[in-house]
């Protein structure tokens, strides 16, 4: 799992490659159609893309001689997962202190 979470971490950790994700969150488009706006080359953003399927957000599948990119239903589910238990982690003692404070 920490494997699934270190690569999520590393591909999400760069703007271009989050920014990629916004994008594809209206739905799948072309990744000529990601460079545009990304100011990038075809090159690079098909690089930022291979970074994200190997982790497990985006897939990408040639429709004739368009490659389109769209994301993974489940991708995110294991950094959700991770922040979750920190979150509830984190709850559980500042719930421990609140009642510790007002038991004084």
Do not use: N
């Amino acid at each position: 799992m920490s494997t699934t979470i270190d690569h999520l971490f590393h591909a999400l950790g760069d703007p271009t490659r989050r920014a990629i994700v916004d994008r594809l969150a209206a739905g799948p488009q072309s990744v000529s159609h990601l460079s545009a706006p990304l100011g990038i080359s075809l090159t690079a953003v098909s690089q930022h893309l291979r970074v994200l399927e190997q982790c497990g957000v985006v897939t990408t599948q040639k429709l004739g001689r368009v490659r389109v990119a769209s994301l993974t239903p489940d991708g995110l589910v294991p950094l959700e997962t991770w922040v979750r238990q920190r979150r509830s982690t984190v709850e559980r003692q500042l719930d421990r202190l609140t009642a510790l404070l007002e038991g004084e």
